[in-house]
């Protein structure tokens, strides 16, 4: 009897070397914009040291320019406005789509304009946007398709989170969690081979020690953890009022009546104050934390740090100039926990020894709270502090936080944005609205699925959730429930089609779970 032959299937190492491939390159365009960025923003600073009312003359002259050069490039490609993460994650979902090489150039050069001179933005949704857009062109180049292309876009994402922050498995996570929302065999060994490609380059330019290398004496006690229950929940509650204010920013912003591509102007003049009263708390904030290696400041200037944080960080992403919120959220996250514990310090209830140990927990706290991505946060900030020993504690510090922002109501910060780009959009391609009110009953296959699993068709918008007397403003953590009323916007046209389109799209479900 003849043996069968073993056939051997090649697929999943012709997606690891694609994912090599991208996140070599990724690496090398994040690597060529950190360091650009870290130059500038030094040069900036030896500036405002030696600042002369000449030089300061200058300095102005010299940010009306790059903001006049940044709202060209805005005007010309919006898409490279803010972090560049909501694009991403939109541009997976099918909802948008980009020209890859003029979002890599633009993105490149106005990121390094608008961060390099000090503004409280991030690096990292930049290089995730220009990772994605690296994987976009590489798949372009091999005429890769669909699903193809769409696992390449998320590997260029992460290995350009990776390789913003030296973090490869974070990166990894984070297209999982957060941005693709998908955890297919393919997807994450693609993702993750770009991570580590991205990583080795970004390794070999800037070196091995951590991002964020914080040094502390030894693990939070057991004893201790109902500090990480206040703290927590302290991170839930400011979380949401980022969200909640950064949502806001472009409504306040329309107040000035200064065209949207030129209200970068504005956070580029009001850094300069602030350059010149300390150059050292300029940038997205890495430098601050590390800071607290050397020193932990009293209570009263750790408050006055987190306002003047806070505020210009709003200033300056809501401005819509290219740069992220990642970096900027982990440095009010750290000021949070250094303030928290110094307090408790004072008061005679937490040791001095393990105040380090709380500001590494809130920055995992209120990224999970902000982004509602808590895998990410942990794995993150264990990755960029460099040491295994505090999981348990960050677990349970981003596991309060994230509940207390659920509660409240708030939603995952870069699905809120992208919402936001993207309801302009489904409003204009409805030509008649028409109101469609769909039942869930209890045991159908939309009871107990959140807003995001389901396959909206693009024609739809879900504009309320009816839950007795009371009506929910969905978001895609939102989980519906039998006896909910679903309030949908659709073109008058189409609305028993749709109708019908929804009955079979919860149907076919329906078949598939079962």
Do not use: C
């Amino acid at each position: 009897m003849q043996k069968a032959s073993k056939t051997v299937d090649p697929t999943r190492l012709r997606f690891v070397l694609f994912g090599l491939l991208v996140g070599l390159l990724t690496g090398a365009v994040v690597a060529a914009f950190r360091l650009s960025i870290e130059r500038i923003l030094s040069f900036m600073q030896s500036l405002y040291r030696a600042a002369t009312p000449g030089l300061l003359a200058l300095i102005v002259l010299g940010s009306i320019a790059a903001g006049l050069v940044v709202a060209w490039m805005l005007k010309s490609e919006p898409n490279i406005s803010g972090s560049g993460i909501p694009q991403v994650e939109g541009q997976l979902q099918g909802e948008l789509e980009f020209h890859w090489w003029s979002i890599l150039w633009k993105k490149f050069v106005a990121g390094i304009i608008s961060i390099g001179p000090g503004l409280f933005l991030g690096r990292e949704g930049p290089s995730i946007q220009l990772g994605a857009a690296v994987g976009q062109g590489v798949a372009q180049g091999f005429k890769k398709h669909g699903s193809d292309r769409r696992i390449m876009i998320a590997a260029g994402a992460a290995g350009g989170l990776a390789a913003a922050f030296n973090a490869p498995i974070a990166g990894t996570m984070f297209v999982l969690e957060e941005v693709y929302h998908n955890f297919s065999p393919l997807v994450w060994i693609t993702s993750l081979a770009s991570a580590v490609g991205a990583n080795f380059i970004s390794l070999n330019v800037f070196g091995e020690v951590p991002v964020l290398h914080l040094v502390y004496d030894r693990p939070l006690p057991v004893s201790l953890y109902w500090h990480l229950l206040l703290l927590g929940v302290l991170l839930g509650v400011l979380g949401f009022a980022y969200q909640k204010t950064l949502l806001a920013m472009p409504k306040l912003y329309s107040y000035t009546h200064i065209p949207r591509a030129l209200q970068g102007l504005v956070p580029f003049l009001l850094v300069i104050p602030i350059g010149l009263l300390d150059p050292a708390i300029l940038g997205g904030g890495n430098g601050l934390i590390t800071g607290f290696n050397r020193s932990i400041p009293a209570f009263g200037v750790l408050l006055v740090i987190f306002a003047l944080r806070f505020v210009f960080s709003m200033v300056s992403y809501g401005s819509g100039l290219p740069g992220g919120i990642f970096l900027p959220i982990l440095s009010l996250g750290a000021v949070i926990g250094a303030a928290y514990a110094v307090l408790m310090g004072d008061i005679g209830w937490l040791p001095r020894a393990y105040e380090m140990n709380l500001i590494i927990f809130a920055m995992a706290g209120y990224f999970a709270g902000i982004g509602k991505a808590p895998f990410t946060a942990i794995l993150l900030i264990t990755e960029m502090v460099g040491n295994l020993t505090n999981l348990m504690a960050m677990a349970v510090l981003s596991l309060v936080a994230y509940v207390v922002v659920d509660l409240l109501g708030g939603a995952p910060i870069y699905e809120s944005l992208l919402r936001r780009m993207t309801t302009k959009n489904r409003l204009q391609a409805i030509h008649r609205m028409d109101r469609l009110e769909l039942p869930v009953y209890a045991g159908s296959v939309l009871d107990g699925m959140a807003v995001r699993d389901f396959k909206w068709p693009k024609e739809t918008l879900l504009m309320a959730i009816r839950r007795g007397e009371d009506s929910l403003l969905p978001h895609g953590d939102t989980v519906i429930h039998g006896g909910d009323t679903l309030v949908i916007l659709t073109d008058a046209s189409r609305r028993a089609a749709v109708r019908k389109r929804l009955h079979e799209l919860a149907e076919k479900m329906s078949e598939q779970e079962s």
